[in-house]
């Protein structure tokens, strides 16, 4: 005898139609979205979450880092909720997907409980994670690292974006700065899901990603400064060229990751070269390097041959060489409970699965540090992510919301 709610199915074409409503807020260029945090398309892009959500009979807090949560009451009002949700800000030439997914994926499973009549013991939360990427303000996973408390909140205040803007001000600008203290909401589990950001779910032809673990990151901003002087008039012998730093430090990031293959990637994403004139040779450049591995000793070992080896490298150069970390985590073992609720979820429904590990970072890495937590991850074309070319068929997105969903009432404890 099924249990209730096990046939549950969410309603593909109502879950793609709000894809595509949320897609329509700060498109790209190339039809995609660039819908970055704290902009005036993030704030039109939470109003319409809001209208959603609310719509839904659930109640709205937001915290002091902008975070929205969304609760939907249990039966169980005493009980720590199950959250669940991603994030809507984009990266500047993005996708439709990346996050977003994540949280209308939740906001569809609630549609389709409260139209089935079910109810659940524990109370579910829908949550929106201020700044997952990291793209405007860094480092990434910045309110859900403030809510894990792994960074410090008037830093993450203080951070500023490439026009001297600081996050704060932003924040307040856009009117969703929050009054709940960041991390004073509990949870009993967290569940994210994900479009993959990688090739391996679509080439084995897999429907569902269990995502077991993650890799851990280090951003290392790094600045090269030289001399700024004429380009055609300064000898080339006196020439003290910060560009050359660049490039030489570029390839020596892809060298250090191509020696450590495959457990290891390494690139440089962000560059600003000063004065960045035609005809200057440049006397600054100021760029972060990307370094993941799954395994914390090999990403460990990156740094430091990047520390021991770049600084010489400069001085070669007669360049100086300054760098900072501004951003990191450690490889995510995500809850062995919550990974089981999720494969189980998959057998469930009949979809094919396999275990992964996620290459990109989420809001989920952070919250696995302070409660038990998994994702669930569906393929996308190509592999493709961080492209406004980014890409997923309806099918994909529809079974992992149904994964989501019953992971998640498995949580939760359907009652009645
Ligand atoms: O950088 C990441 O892995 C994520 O997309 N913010
Ligand atoms: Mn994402
Ligand atoms: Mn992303």
């Known amino acids: ?17 709000s894809l595509m409503e949320m897609a329509k807020i700060g ?23 809001q209208r959603w959500c609310e719509a839904e009979g659930m109640t709205m807090g937001v915290d002091q880092m902008g975070t929205m949560f969304f609760r939907r009451e249990g039966t169980d ?63 990434a996973m910045l309110a859900s690292g403030v809510f894990a408390g792994v960074i410090d909140q008037a830093a993450a205040y203080a951070t500023t ?15 969703w700065q929050g009054d709940e203290p960041v991390g004073a909401r509990r949870m009993h589990a967290f569940f994210e899901l994900h479009i993959e950001q990688g090739p391996i779910l679509e080439a ?15 951003w290392i901003e790094c600045t090269v400064t030289g001399k700024e002087s004429h380009t055609g008039t300064t000898p080339m012998p006196l020439r003290r060229n910060a560009g050359r730093g660049l490039a030489q430090i570029t390839e020596l990031v892809h060298e250090i990751a191509m020696k450590r293959q495959p457990n290891a990637v390494g690139a440089i994403g962000h560059v600003e ?32 041959e990047f520390d021991e080896r770049a600084p010489a490298l400069c001085d070669a ?28 979820a998959a057998e469930k429904l009949g979809y094919s699965h396999r275990d992964i590990v996620s290459g990109a970072g989420h809001d989920a890495c952070w919250v696995n540090k302070i409660y038990p937590t998994a994702m669930v991850m569906c393929p996308c074309k190509d592999g493709l992510s961080h492209n406004e070319d980014e890409e997923i068929t309806p099918e994909w997105a529809a079974k992992g919301a149904n994964v989501l969903m019953h992971a998640v009432l498995e949580a939760a404890e359907v009652v009645g």
């Open 1 to 17: 005898m099924a249990a209730r709610g096990d046939n549950l199915t969410i309603d593909p074409e109502r879950l793609w139609d």
């Open 27 to 49: 498109p790209g260029v190339r039809g995609g979205n660039n819908r970055q945090t704290l902009t005036d398309a993030d704030a039109e892009a939470r109003r319409l979450l």
């Open 77 to 139: 009002p005493g009980a720590l909720p199950v959250c669940v949700g991603s994030h809507l800000d984009t990266q500047p030439t993005g996708g439709k997907y990346d996050g977003v997914l994540g949280v209308l994926g939740a906001v569809e499973m609630v549609r389709t409980l409260n139209r089935m009549g079910v109810k659940t013991r524990r109370p579910i939360e829908v949550i929106n994670w201020t700044n997952e990427e990291g793209a405007r303000f860094a480092p």
């Open 161 to 175: 974006d490439a026009e001297g803007k600081t996050f704060g001000e932003e924040l307040a600008r856009i009117g």
């Open 204 to 218: 084995e032809g897999v429907d569902i990603g269990v995502v077991t673990h993650g890799q851990g990151l280090r």
């Open 273 to 304: 070269v000063h004065p960045n004139s035609r005809n200057i040779i440049p006397g600054k450049a100021v760029f972060t390097i990307d370094f993941r591995s799954h395994l914390l000793d090999v990403l460990l070992a990156m740094v430091a």
């Open 317 to 344: 150069l007669g360049v100086c060489f300054e760098s900072r970390i501004v951003g990191q985590f450690d490889p995510p073992a995500f809850d062995e409970g919550c990974v089981a609720a999720v494969r189980g």
